[in-house]
């Protein structure tokens, strides 16, 4: 019933932009806030952007100006475009849900493994 899944991710270039999906249950997506979180290897999981179910945003600083997060409610769906890609945005892009615009939430899709070559 509660289900996240991420897709979108894969090997570009630097400079070169990705959209990611999260495709969610009918209930899950029912649930206030959906964000976007990243963690490279051998570093800490982090906050890239969160949607509210009104579309309020809340972006991690250093996220801000090359990353856009929105959501499509008739799909059930929440994406995170991301331009002007850099090697240092090599990491697992994971979504999340939950109650509020300014935590993580209970429920974590798989992850989508987004590589960015120089």
């Known amino acids: 019933q509660v289900q996240l899944v991420e897709s979108g991710g894969g090997l570009v270039q630097a400079g070169g932009s990705l959209r990611l999906s999260c495709a969610a249950s009918?209930?899950?997506?029912?649930?206030?806030?959906i964000g976007w979180y990243r963690q490279a290897p051998g570093k800490q999981r982090e906050l890239v952007a969160r949607?509210?179910?009104?579309?309020?945003?809340n972006y991690a600083d250093s996220m801000k100006g090359r990353f856009t997060i929105s959501r499509d409610n008739a799909k059930n769906t929440v994406y995170l475009q991301m331009n002007s890609l850099k090697p240092e945005d090599t990491a697992v892009y994971y979504c999340?849900?939950?109650?509020?615009?300014?935590?993580?939430?209970?429920?974590w899709g798989q992850g989508t493994q987004v590589t960015v070559s120089s």
């Open positions: 949607i509210s179910s009104g579309g309020s945003t």
């Open positions: 009918r209930s899950t997506f029912s649930i206030n806030v």
């Open positions: 999340n849900a939950g109650p509020n615009l300014y935590r993580s939430g209970t429920y």
